[in-house]
């Protein structure tokens, strides 16, 4: 079946610097791939879509890449700030439904 | 403009009874979509709806039913509780031939079964 793996369960990164958390894929390929935030207790928000023919999308300091040949995606958060503290969710859209990967919880240390 | 609402918030049920979750989708959004979250875990895809109309379903017993009314708004029931079907209960919204439409979610439903 479709899965989206995040590697790590918890990141922590000193503030100013950039966070980059990896999203893997397998048994199938995704049109597109979305990042989703989530804070303790709310539902999912989303951040970035990136399709399978685009290579990288930037949206103000967050960034995210498409490498069809890795089955990977990489999310980047640049110049940290400890709001950016939460955990962020991967979610890949193939036969037809929105399937997520466990998240990385990301810790900004001030 | 209201977001996704979904209530209640919080729930206690004991094994063995039913449960129903409601759900209102953002303004102008005519899909959607639940999915059950459990502690430490990604949310996972229950069914969507459109049209009034079970589209998609993930692999969730038939105990995990649903419905869509005229006005978008959703149900989700749970017929039978398990220990097991404790989790955040998500709903979200979408807006069908809007291409590549990001979920609009709220803030869920804590349902604990003891």
């Known amino acids: 079946s479709q899965k989206i793996e995040q590697n790590s369960e918890a990141l922590n990164i000193q503030e100013g610097k950039t966070a980059t958390l990896t999203c893997n894929y397998t048994n199938y390929s995704p049109a597109y791939l979305q990042w989703y935030r989530q804070d303790p207790g709310r539902g999912p928000v989303f951040l970035l879509l990136?399709?399978?023919?685009?290579k990288e999308k930037r949206k103000e300091r967050l960034k995210v890449t498409f490498d069809t040949t890795l089955k990977q995606s990489l999310f980047h958060i640049t110049a940290s700030q400890p709001a950016d503290s939460a955990t962020y969710l991967c979610?890949?859209?193939?036969?037809?439904?929105?399937?997520f990967g466990t998240g990385t919880r990301l810790t900004i240390i001030p | 403009d209201a977001g996704v609402t979904q209530s209640p918030t919080h729930l206690i049920k004991t094994r063995g009874q039913q449960v129903t979750l409601r759900c209102s989708p953002k303004s102008g959004h005519d899909t959607v979509s639940w999915y059950q979250q459990a502690l430490g875990q990604g949310p996972q895809f229950i069914f969507q709806?459109?049209?009034?109309?079970?589209?998609q379903r993930g692999n969730f017993p038939d105990r995990f039913s649903g419905h869509q009314f005229p006005n978008y708004s959703s149900e989700l029931n749970v017929n039978a509780l398990l220990l097991g079907d404790s989790a955040l209960y998500l709903c979200?919204?979408?807006?069908?031939?809007?291409?590549?439409?990001?979920?609009?979610f709220g803030n869920g439903t804590r349902l604990t079964v003891t």
């Open positions: 979200a919204s979408s807006r069908v031939g809007a291409g590549y439409s990001p979920l609009h």
């Open positions: 979610a890949g859209f193939g036969n037809e439904k929105l399937t």
């Open positions: 990136i399709r399978e023919n685009e």
């Open positions: 709806y459109y049209e009034e109309e079970e589209r």
